[in-house]
């Protein structure tokens, strides 16, 4: 119950983020509201969850590198996600982006040696048609912001497998606090060399939103900017929690909960109505790798239930 709740919890709180990002890609640069969302992130970590968690204590960690390593996964997994978000519609970035089950299966067996089975290559296959599907090669549809989920989802591919490794010694604290700290960092880096606007003569939408100057926040715009952060902050200590919590296989259904909740944002938020190609390319995406969950949860079924499991 409690890998399910703060697993939903996570979604929402994730998918507020992403439509009021969106929102802001038109008038800010990617790297200077990332830099505030990680700021206002790290105050609410401080101030409301820290002291839940040991307090500063979950600054303390034997492993820096990982932290680290980890850190830089998930800023390109955002940065990505968020420049293909001022150019494309809410819901198609998201599904694209949904890929990421798969892409870690492929990960599991080229760098953690894992076994998967023919059903679940076929799975794996079916969920890359449903992105070509999404993409659209060749037709005047395609755009090559729709690449920047993709590259997202590779992004967080990396990022479990590392969360894996350091998972069972680190808390969801500790990996939030350093995730959060690596944006600070990434972000004044870019501020620095792009922030005076030199770059910000571009007439795509990613690239206009990358190379924007920094500018003062408009006062209306504050407590989007506040909202942006502590969403953050809940959807990453949340989703991190969650995963500690429970198995992978109970946790990960509930992260496609962002699937519909985009669409309703879409509509609702920016008039974005997926067309039908896109609805068969969400239902390939989607299918794949909630089979690929219900395989996994399956296969971990039966190895328990077996006489040799339980000796």
Request: aromatic share 14%; net charge positive.
């Amino acid at each position: 119950m409690l890998g399910a709740l703060t697993a939903t919890v996570a979604v929402l709180f994730f998918s507020i983020n992403d439509v009021a990002i969106k929102f802001l890609s038109g008038g800010y640069a990617l790297h200077q509201v990332v830099l505030f969302r990680s700021l206002i992130g790290l105050c609410f970590l401080a101030a409301i969850i820290a002291p839940f968690a040991g307090g500063f204590r979950v600054l303390h960690t034997k492993r820096l590198g990982m932290h680290m390593l980890r850190g830089l996964c998930v800023v390109f997994a955002n940065m990505t996600f968020f420049l293909g978000l001022a150019a494309m519609p809410l819901a198609e970035a998201v599904a694209i982006f949904f890929v990421s089950p798969l892409v870690i299966t492929v990960f599991s067996v080229v760098f953690l040696g894992e076994t998967v089975g023919p059903r679940r290559w076929v799975a794996v296959t079916v969920g890359l048609l449903g992105v070509i599907v999404m993409l659209r090669p060749g037709t005047q549809a395609f755009q090559l912001a729709s690449l920047l989920p993709l590259a997202a989802a590779f992004g967080y591919a990396a990022l479990h497998m590392l969360t894996r490794k350091i998972g069972t010694t680190e808390t969801a604290a500790t990996m939030s606090f350093y995730i959060q700290l690596m944006f600070v960092l990434v972000c004044l880096v870019m501020g620095l060399f792009f922030g005076g606007g030199q770059f910000a003569d571009q007439s795509d939408p990613s690239l206009a939103f990358l190379f924007r100057a920094w500018v003062w926040p408009d006062p209306a715009d504050y407590a989007v900017l506040v909202l942006i952060g502590a969403s953050s902050a809940i959807g990453g200590f949340c989703i991190s929690q969650a995963y500690r919590a429970s198995e992978a296989a109970l946790v990960a259904p509930f992260e496609y909960l962002a699937m519909p909740l985009s669409i309703l944002w879409g509509i609702m938020v920016f008039g974005e109505w997926p067309d039908f190609i896109s609805y068969c390319g969400i239902a390939l995406i989607l299918g794949s790798g909630l089979y690929m969950i219900w395989r996994e949860w399956r296969v971990g079924a039966q190895l328990v239930d077996s006489p040799k499991a339980r000796r």
